[in-house]
């Protein structure tokens, strides 16, 4: 019995998996991007955290065994509720 290989039908598979591998490969790169964009986000989170942290941490002050924040010459932000 002779082998019958059918040419058309094993390129058009081959070609519908190399789409598939190719989608799945682009997917992957998405996916890795998002999570270091994520991640660059969070850490400028922690050190603007950090940042405000030191700020206040300059404006406390003791005297007499009492602590005292001292918020003098500060710029407030006024901001409108939203109803």
Known sequence: MA???YVGSI??????????IQQHQED?????????KKGVGEI???WESRIQLS??????????GR?????EKEEWKVRQLQK
């Open 3 to 5: 082998a019958v290989v």
């Open 11 to 20: 390129s058009s598979i081959r070609a519908l998996w190399e789409g598939r």
């Open 44 to 46: 400028s989170n922690v």
């Open 55 to 64: 700020r206040l941490k300059e404006k406390v002050c003791n005297e007499d």
């Open 28 to 36: 992957l790169k998405a996916q890795k991007d998002r999570r270091r």
């Open 67 to 71: 602590l005292i924040l001292r918020i």
